[in-house]
Every structure is written in C-alpha cells, then in structure tokens.
C-alpha cells in the first residue's frame, strides 16, 4: 500500500518562501513520475511541477523561475521549493506519483496561503 505524506504547507507574506515537502511508503520502486497539483478554492486541480525517475521536470508557466521540484531517492521524498511567493499561490498543494502501470496516488494535501503584507504609506511633496 503507498502512502503520500506531505508537510511544509503554512502562511507566510507575498515574496516569501516555502518549501514542501511529500515521503511516499509502501511501493515506491514502480513510481516513474511524482510531483505537485494543487487546488484553490472553487477551481480545478492544476499541475505545478513533476519530476519523472530520469530526473526530467516539468514546471507550471505560471511558477516558472519561482518553483524547483527535486527528489531524493534514498529518502522516498520529494520537494518543492517555493519562492518569491503571490497571493494567487494561495491554494492546497497535492503531492502525487504515477507508478509504471499508470496508477496514481495522492496525499492529503497541505494548505499554503499568501498574504499581502500591511503596506506602507509613500508621500511625496513638492
């Protein structure tokens, strides 16, 4: 039986970073690709970034030069390592894997929420 556990999921302000992370049990040998979905409120389940046995990776247009995905075999986990964060980020973050005979597994998900920080205030006078 695999398990997808994710963690690393959290609140943090607009242009922070976060890093997630998803440990599999079970049959993890047969995974040829695991990556990251993830789902904001009232829309659909869209890829992020995935990451093939080969070492391969495919990024999201919208968190390109933002995100990196790696993995580490010896651990059964792999990362997405989130920068310079938006508020349209906001969203849960599913942790997948795709074994050879194209089943899939899923995590729990883990919540992430960006926030816009409080502002300050610019005057400018003549």
């Known amino acids: 039986q695999v398990q997808l556990v994710e963690s690393g999921g959290g609140l943090v302000q607009a242009g922070g970073s976060l890093r997630l992370s998803c440990t599999a049990s079970?049959?993890?040998?047969?995974?040829?690709?695991t990556g990251w979905y993830r789902q904001a409120p009232g829309k659909q389940r869209d890829l992020v970034a995935t990451i093939t046995s080969t070492g391969t990776t495919n990024y999201a247009d919208s968190v390109k030069g933002r995100f990196t995905i790696s993995r580490d075999n010896a651990k059964n986990t792999v990362y997405l390592q989130m920068n310079n964060l938006k508020p349209e980020d906001t969203a849960i973050y599913y942790c997948y894997a795709r074994d050879t005979r194209g089943r899939v597994y899923w995590g729990q998900g883990t919540q992430v929420t960006v926030y816009w920080g409080q502002g300050t205030q610019v005057t400018v006078s003549s």
């Open positions: 079970g049959s993890t040998f047969n995974f040829i690709a």
